[in-house]
């Protein structure tokens, strides 16, 4: 079954409105969550790294105040589009490692759908 | 500048023959790279991890290798089945954290 779930799962909104996507760990404790935006037909862009208790570290060209991200608990991260405009719609993607360490393997949520009209 | 990249083109095949995906990287030194299947509309599901010090691992009708000399995984499905139709992605870490980078993907498309 799904380790990770994401919610929700797809979103249509106006430009301008914020969109909070949320990001659980089901049944494991994730200090670390990471998300990803991923346009069609293209591979998966590295956002940021959602820390447990402390402030994310975004990738080099993401706006930190475009793609507020808050991991306020061990089982729940979350990502806020704030304004969203068109050219933010896109797959948005997050990830865990299901225990610590290094190089460990990811498992993803389903992905949010968010279509800006 | 640092690249992984994967043929961006779909692979076709007949159903019960093996497929075989390429991952090359360059300006890279990853520790263990990683193999991915994604699904139209899902997340990556992971599949196979392998280490720099490992050559091949297999997993069922799965195997992979990885050529730090070549900088070159190699991801083969054998017997494979319609139901193997999907996009697969190589991602590697570049460091001993769980950041990783991925690849752009190679659908495949097994054909009855």
């Known amino acids: 079954g799904a380790v990770v779930s994401q919610h929700p799962s797809w979103v249509i909104c106006k430009s301008g409105t914020s969109v909070k996507i949320e990001c659980r760990s089901l049944d494991f404790q994730a200090t670390t969550m990471f998300w990803y935006r991923q346009f069609p037909k293209q591979s998966l862009m590295l956002m940021a790294t959602?820390?447990?208790?402390?402030?994310?570290?975004?990738e080099q060209g993401v706006e930190k105040d475009k793609f507020l991200i808050n991991h306020a608990s061990l089982t729940l991260s979350t990502l806020t589009v704030t304004s969203a405009h068109p050219e933010d719609s896109s797959f948005y993607i997050c990830s865990a490692p299901l225990t610590t360490g290094g190089n460990q393997p990811q498992h993803f949520g389903d992905g949010t759908r968010l279509s800006i009209l | 500048s640092q690249k992984i990249e994967q043929n961006s083109e779909a692979l076709n095949i007949q159903e019960g023959k093996t497929a075989t995906l390429t991952c090359n990287y360059t300006?890279?030194?990853?520790?263990?790279l990683q193999w991915y299947r994604q699904d139209p509309g899902r997340g990556p599901v992971f599949l196979l991890l392998?280490?720099?010090?490992?050559k091949e691992k297999r997993k069922e009708r799965l195997k992979v290798t990885f050529d730090t000399t070549l900088k070159q995984s190699l991801f083969h499905i054998t017997a494979s089945q319609p139901a193997d139709s999907a996009t697969y992605l190589c991602?590697?870490?570049?460091?001993?954290?769980?950041?990783?980078?991925f690849g752009g993907g190679t659908r495949l498309m097994v054909k009855p």
């Open positions: 959602s820390n447990e208790g402390s402030k994310a570290t975004y």
């Open positions: 300006n890279y030194s990853p520790a263990y």
């Open positions: 392998i280490r720099e010090n490992e």
């Open positions: 991602a590697l870490n570049n460091n001993a954290g769980n950041m990783l980078t």
